[in-house]
């Protein structure tokens, strides 16, 4: 069955660095999200991604973050300064096709802030 | 806003013991409902859905089933195997919204 690929899976960084996190969705996907899970802690939306732009975004998506999808098959997510909070598990998850309301997760980039 | 709520954790049990764990939910549209399922080491995995009021979704052994009148969707199974170790999140998705809330999960650990 397809799935969808995350890299890498473990990011360290320092605080104040830009980092790039890359997915690899389902092919046939049209919808593209990212969520995060601090430890402990719920998972959290943060944004979606329909025909190339932005169809949502929670409070947490603010101007420190934004997504991409440069070429027909990648979706990034950039945190441009990092910070301590932004520590996390990011999962990103793509939908589309007959399931269209079914979000196929990848297995995550643990983001750790230093 | 809309919300999850699961029951508190870790449950522990042992194999071929009998599965609850409560789910309820607040939304202010009309919700499909998801159980996903984390095993270590791996991503969120669906492990069944509802669409409507009274549908019941299946899957691997486990059910729940979508009740409107107590905003719940209890996560049931009848006989639990060491396997089934893991994390379980309950979750919504509001109509016309395709995000998805989810609860805090459930780490479960069945014994031998």
């Known amino acids: 069955e397809p799935e969808v690929t995350q890299t890498p899976s473990h990011q360290v960084t320092q605080m104040g660095q830009e980092v790039i996190l890359r997915c690899v969705p389902i092919s046939n996907h049209l919808y593209f999200y990212w969520y995060r899970q601090i430890l402990g802690q719920k998972v959290e939306f943060l944004v979606s991604f329909y025909n190339n732009e932005i169809s949502e975004k929670s409070e947490i998506f603010d101007d420190q973050f934004s997504v991409e999808r440069p070429d027909g098959s990648n979706f990034t997510l950039k945190i441009r300064s990092t910070k301590l909070e932004d520590s996390a598990m990011y999962f990103c998850?793509?939908?589309?096709?007959?399931?269209?309301?079914?979000?196929?997760f990848g297995p995550g980039t643990r983001l750790t802030v230093l | 806003g809309d919300s999850v709520t699961q029951m508190e954790g870790p449950v522990t049990l042992s194999e071929e013991a009998f599965l609850t764990i409560n789910c309820t939910y607040t939304?202010?549209?009309?919700?499909?409902l998801f159980w996903y399922v984390q095993y270590p080491g791996e991503g969120l995995q669906l492990l069944l859905k509802?669409?409507?009021?009274?549908d019941k979704g299946s899957n691997k052994g486990f059910e729940a089933t979508y009740r409107k009148e107590t905003t719940s969707f209890h996560l049931e199974k009848g006989s639990v195997q060491v396997s089934d170790s893991a994390v379980y999140f309950c979750a919504l998705s509001d109509l016309g919204a395709q995000k998805l809330v989810f609860g805090q999960g459930t780490r479960l650990t069945i014994n031998p």
């Open positions: 939304a202010t549209g009309y919700p499909s």
């Open positions: 509802a669409t409507k009021a009274d």
């Open positions: 998850a793509s939908s589309g096709g007959q399931r269209w309301d079914e979000q196929f």
